[in-house]
């Protein structure tokens, strides 16, 4: 049986720059930059002391006063972003008939869930004693419980699932709705990821890491992609959800088609629990697989947005992987990595950029790597310097790539009959 070709019909963004899928596209273009001193707790005593903090967000907008104490902030980001998409993508939900009803599904993930909530029930449980736990904590903190209210508020009672890949979870929750419905068991997937970590333990325990950057008097100029000076990423929070849908069931409603997703790889490094191989192994064979499933030779390929975190050994090792992935083909490629405006959106980073690489597609357009002021030699492909570039973009690839050696590729492409 022919597999069914799948379209993305709504994107949804909140981050750094911005609250709305809009508003964080015109700033990405812009290149203006999300990165600040951390306000939700006291961070004088860290080493790192700056986040990619999402301004203003008020839950009420999108979730009941009753509900709110409930619910971990990644849980709100994850149904504003979803209400941007389905939004967008014109879905009339929640659809009244029990079988069409069926055909809708949500998988939504997180790298780590709650961990502001984690952290205070833990302070309750030492201060106050056990009796004072509240009895919401656990459906506040875990994982699925995204896909969970999602799933609730539009009546979608397909499939429901959840991933926790680390930085590839929203990557593996797109692909994994584009495999269910390519093979029938949707039409309708509301996919991608949500994460809230700038708290101390989230914050203290990558710097314990020496994985972030330490820029703290210039926290704009501290991702840095590629850059020679760069010293390490830092921690973002937000949500990125797109809406696949089967394509004839996309064009039977009139939907708005942004692009075809047509490709998803994945891949294990088998290697290190933090580290890539130095040669990018696992991030060439990922992206291998990807073009392999669209059934694309490389040179179609125009535009990537990389993972690209800002770090040494990161950055190196995918530069290689996409040298080894693209061959000649490399050098003519355009790649940015929009964490440098909105830092590391950990399991939410994979949802954000696959928005971001359909908008690419929508507009012919290729977002910037800002900051990218003086090139790292080792890394020395075109990396869209500080501007975004109009540019025609037929094909798209994202890029995620996780702790424990987990990766994954999605492709988009241009929607055409």
């Known amino acids: 049986m022919a597999r069914r070709r799948v379209v993305v019909t709504g994107v949804g963004l909140i981050c750094s720059v911005g609250t709305g899928t809009e508003s964080v596209w015109s700033a990405i273009l812009k290149g203006q930059n999300g990165i600040g001193p951390i306000t939700q707790f006291d961070a004088s005593a860290f080493a790192c002391r700056i986040a990619g903090e999402v301004k203003d967000f008020n839950p009420l907008l999108y979730v009941e006063k009753k509900e709110v104490k409930k619910m971990g902030r990644f849980i709100q980001f994850a149904i504003a972003a979803s209400q941007f998409a389905v939004e967008g993508a014109q879905l009339n ?11 809708v599904g949500v998988y939504i993930g997180s790298g780590i869930g709650a961990f502001e909530i984690i952290e205070r029930e833990h302070r309750i449980l030492l201060e106050r004693g056990p009796d004072r736990i509240s009895p919401f904590f656990i ?153 392999r499933d669209a059934g694309i030779d490389p040179s179609q390929v125009q535009y990537v947005n990389a993972h690209g975190t800002s770090t040494g050994l990161g950055d190196r090792a995918e530069t290689l992987a996409i040298k080894r992935a693209f061959g000649e083909h490399a050098s003519k490629l355009a790649v940015s990595s929009t964490k440098s405006m909105t830092g590391h959106l950990l399991g939410g980073a994979g949802g954000l950029e696959a928005g971001l690489s359909v908008l690419a597609i929508r507009d012919q357009i290729a977002p910037p790597t800002i900051n990218h002021d003086h090139p790292d030699p080792e890394c020395d492909l075109d990396y869209v310097p500080n501007v975004a570039r109009p540019m025609a973009i037929e094909y798209a690839l994202s890029n995620s790539f996780g702790f424990g050696g987990t990766n994954g590729s999605l492709i988009f492409k241009r929607y055409s009959e």
């Open 93 to 103: 939900l929640p659809y009244a008939d029990e079988e069409a009803a069926e055909q």
């Open 139 to 291: 459906p506040s903190v875990i994982v699925n419980l995204a896909s969970g209210y999602v799933s609730i508020r539009y009546g979608a009672k397909g499939p429901n699932s959840a991933t926790a890949t680390a930085c590839t979870t929203s990557a593996h929750s797109i692909g994994d709705s584009f495999r269910l419905i390519q093979h029938g068991d949707a039409s309708v997937m509301i996919c991608g990821g949500s994460e809230a970590c700038i708290t101390p333990m989230g914050v203290g325990g990558f710097a314990a890491m020496r994985a972030l950057s330490t820029r703290n008097s210039e926290p704009e100029k501290a991702s840095r992609p590629w850059d020679k000076d760069r010293d390490g990423f830092i921690v973002g929070e937000g949500s990125g959800i797109l809406v696949l849908e089967e394509l004839e069931y996309a064009k039977r409603r009139n939907a708005p088609i942004l692009a075809e997703i047509v490709g998803y790889g994945m891949s294990g490094d088998a290697h290190h629990i933090t580290a890539p191989p130095e040669d990018g192994n696992g991030g060439y064979r990922v992206m291998r697989n990807a073009m």
